[in-house]
């Protein structure tokens, strides 16, 4: 099965910032340039979310809660996604998870074991 691997979680303070990476397996290295990339997050109890997408174009869309707080982008050549989350909130706190999107904005591959960010005081 395909997966990407997420990375960059951890324990940070309220108002803090960190950058969440994700990078393509080598399987999928020739298609990955042509792909919708997004994050998504899901917290316990929770259904997951998707946070942030980014198109092949370099068009991104965020969901209401992390508008102008989160930054997607995308570097085809490193084949890697990147998330920069400022202005944390204890409601971002979730396991992140990257994934391609399908036409219709649906996960497209298997689901990666994610990274943890933990948002406290």
């Known amino acids: 099965q395909v997966h990407l691997v997420e990375s960059g979680g951890g324990l940070v303070q309220p108002g803090g910032s960190l950058r969440l990476s994700c990078v393509a397996p080598r399987a999928i290295f020739s298609v990955f340039a042509p792909l919708d990339m997004g994050w998504y997050r899901q917290s316990p109890g929770q259904e997951r979310e998707l946070v942030a997408s980014?198109?092949?174009?370099?068009?991104?869309d965020y969901a209401d809660s992390v508008k102008g707080r989160f930054t997607i982008s995308r570097n085809n050549y490193r084949k890697t996604v990147y998330l920069q989350m400022t202005n944390l909130k204890l409601e971002d706190t979730a396991a992140y998870y990257c994934n391609a999107l399908t036409s219709t904005k649906y996960p497209k591959y298997a689901w990666g074991q994610g990274t943890q960010v933990t948002v406290a005081s």
């Open positions: 980014v198109t092949t174009g370099g068009t991104t």
